[in-house]
């Protein structure tokens, strides 16, 4: 019986994946995919037997992965991030389960999300407490967005948002923003920062008010500071608190 690995590989480069990340997929004679991330790794592991599949196709990934293992390969099964941050960790396991296969070893294996790689390239937006919000409504119903949205808001959160645009969904940022603007200032201090660790990388800042009018795409993570966010020299900083 082989053994699965489930790979966050962080926002792409290599400098940016944890060395448990690279040990994982150095020791997999399988890597499947999204066909995206695979081409990242096709140049650093030729050698490797490689399985891609399109968007909306992660639940066939997982049962490859299972029907490799269960061929006595090892597979590292690679997401972008985290694997369990909106990653495919928790579909695997539940694949598993669906199947009922209780021999294969999963193993999840921490990478690095956007909301840090993002955060360090902006400055230190994530000093004080924090949440995560995607505005992708293809699994999770608007309405429920819209809650999470406020709740974060009256929480006084700094907020990092997933999937702001897409082409079918062009406007959601701009509806993401002028819902916390029922709420907050039009003032407070944002931040974005776009295709992390991958070529044509770029990050700014701006204010929520600026926010809706900025570029933004599935590959940009949005960062809408507290109460206590400020600008310093350019970067978006929320303070600890220190004294």
């Known amino acids: 019986m082989g053994k699965i690995y489930v790979v966050g590989m962080g926002p792409g480069r290599e400098e940016g994946m944890t060395l448990e990340a ?12 999204y066909t995206v991330y695979i081409d990242l790794l096709k ?13 909306k196709q992660e639940t066939e990934r997982c049962r490859m992965c299972l029907l490799q ?17 909106y990653g495919m960790a928790s579909l695997m396991l539940e694949v598993a389960e669906k199947e009922e296969d209780r021999e294969t070893e999963i193993e999840i294996v921490a990478g690095v999300t956007a909301a840090l790689s993002g955060g360090a390239l ?6 004080h407490d924090f949440c995560v919000v995607s505005l992708s409504d293809l699994l ?6 819209v809650r999470r949205l406020r709740a974060a808001a009256d929480g ?26 029922e709420k ?23 204010t929520l008010a600026e926010l809706p009018e900025k570029d933004a795409d599935m590959f940009t993570t949005v960062f809408i500071g507290n109460s206590g966010s400020r600008i310093i020299n350019g970067r978006l900083v929320t303070p600890r608190g220190y004294r």
Not at 22 to 33: C, E, H, R, Y
Not at 69 to 85: E, N, Q
């Open 22 to 33: 690279m040990q994982a997929i150095s020791g997999s004679d399988v890597l499947i995919g």
């Open 184 to 206: 907050l200032p039009s003032g407070r201090p944002c931040g974005l920062a776009k295709r992390i660790g991958r070529e044509g990388e770029e990050s700014g800042v701006c």
């Open 69 to 85: 293992a269960r061929s006595g390969k090892t597979v590292s099964l690679v997401c972008s991030g985290d694997a369990g941050v």
């Open 156 to 181: 006084d959160y700094v907020i990092v948002i997933y999937n702001p645009c897409s082409r079918s969904r062009a406007d959601y940022l701009k509806k993401a923003c002028d819902i916390l603007l």
């Open 122 to 127: 902006l400055g230190a937006p994530l000093g």
């Open 43 to 55: 140049e650093r592991y030729p050698e490797k037997e490689m399985i891609t599949t399109g968007m």
């Open 140 to 145: 999770t119903p608007w309405e429920l967005i």
